[in-house]
């Protein structure tokens, strides 16, 4: 039987049950009390009881901080996902409660996100709130009322569309790059053009990496989870050798990815190129493709594992294919 006692001008309700632990909750009005021990003891008993105190005073940004460092730095792209994670924690639904976290809650910061960001990024946010309260009901124990993203559909994304950097377009950045703070920007710039490299693997590029006699480079653990090696180009074995010896043997220190957008955002205002650093990679397959490479030779160098994928990257002008043609 419950215990209701008075407490303070209100009506507290104590449950005791074996091997449960101890319920309490308080209310104004004494029948609103008896209604609730009613509904409690019949939920224990049929084992639908939710304890949902965790929920209520715990914050979403409290869930994240721990999704963060407990399971996504294991994760290969960690140091993105860091980065997704930390400006979510940095806006305002961070500081609802997992109990407050409704489906309309997150349908008006969904709403708020779309004056800011495309729907890839939306969407990436989304799954990682999903992510991180299933980890607070899994491995934490926080019982959740019901999962708040169960009505809310994901924004429908735009194809994706990559562009060819044209070569007056990096003349400009090479030329700007040359003034930048991040004084390897233009070596990592060529790195992508001339041998198609993704900003991930020339970060972690180390000296020890680098073979000069064979012009070749090591690249460790990869996006998709393998080592290759690849080809460097003459201009990029030239500008290689010109970067500083670091401590750590890194080619291009990099601590925060945040830290290469800023500054490769502040080249595109400089160059007045509006193209992505990834478009480095379109560029790369773009222009092998036009110079006779095979299809097999470009997915070697560039570490596409699908021929789909590839596709997407490489972009033929109908003129280079009218030349062909005759």
Wanted: proline letters at 1%.
């Amino acid at each position: 039987m419950a215990t209701i006692r008075r407490r303070n001008n209100k009506w507290q309700v104590i449950i005791r049950k074996d091997n449960f632990k101890i319920i309490y909750k308080t209310f104004i009005l004494k029948e609103d009390a008896h209604r609730w021990a009613r509904d409690t003891e019949v939920k224990i008993e049929q084992g639908l009881y939710q304890d949902l105190t965790l929920a209520k005073i715990t914050k979403l940004k409290d869930i994240l901080i721990q999704y963060r460092d407990r399971v996504s730095v294991n994760k290969k792209g960690y140091e993105n996902e860091r980065y997704k994670i930390n400006k979510i924690i940095r806006s305002d639904i961070a500081d609802k409660t997992l109990s407050e976290l409704t489906s309309l809650v997150l349908f008006e910061f969904i709403e708020q996100q779309k004056k800011l960001y495309t729907a890839s990024t939306i969407n990436k946010s989304i799954t990682i709130i999903n992510l991180a309260l299933k980890f607070a009901e899994r491995f934490l124990g926080i019982t959740l009322n019901k999962n708040p993203l169960k009505f809310i559909k994901r924004l429908k994304e735009s194809n994706f569309i990559g562009q060819v950097i044209e070569p007056h377009e990096e003349v400009l950045l090479l030329k700007h790059a040359e003034f930048s703070k991040l004084y390897w920007l233009k070596i990592a710039i060529i790195l992508g053009i001339d041998c198609g490299l993704r900003r991930g693997e020339i970060l972690k590029l180390k000296a020890e990496d680098i073979n000069f006699n064979k012009n070749t480079a090591v690249l460790r653990d990869t996006k998709n989870g393998e080592t290759r090696e690849i080809g460097l180009s003459q201009r990029a074995i030239q500008e290689i050798k010109k970067l500083p010896i670091t401590i750590d043997g890194k080619l291009f220190p990099c601590k925060r990815l945040d830290t290469f957008s800023f500054y490769y955002n502040q080249l595109q205002r400089w160059s007045g190129v509006k193209k992505r650093f990834h478009d480095t990679r379109h560029t790369f397959a773009s222009r092998k493709a036009t110079q006779g490479w095979s299809i097999t030779e470009i997915a070697a160098q560039g570490g596409w594992k699908q021929l789909q994928v590839l596709k997407r990257y490489t972009h033929i002008k109908a003129e280079y294919l009218a030349k062909k043609m005759n």
